[in-house]
């Protein structure tokens, strides 16, 4: 069963974000690609900072990895 997320963007930029989620497992290994990646999301409208704190507050959302740490691993990077 899916969980629906509010304000979860549809078409391309739905899926860039699936995919940045998914590079954010790996991190080490998929730090140029999540970061290409979020620059897309972010250039298309996305405020995917606010998207992905929504995400990690959702208590129905349980992704098999700590994807609040990864998160802010992966903006400590990005400064």
């Not at 620059?39 to 098999?64: T, W």
Request: proline content about 4%; aromatic content about 10%.
């Amino acid at each position: 069963m899916f969980t629906e997320i509010p304000s979860f963007p549809e078409g391309e930029r739905g899926i860039a974000v699936a995919l940045l989620l998914g590079r954010l497992n790996q991190l080490a290994l998929n730090r140029q690609s999540a970061e290409a990646l979020c620059e897309y999301i972010i250039a298309n409208g996305v405020d995917i900072y606010l998207l992905i704190d929504r995400i990690i507050e959702n208590k129905s959302i349980e992704p098999h990895y700590d994807l609040q740490r990864r998160w802010e691993q992966f903006q400590s990077w990005a400064e």
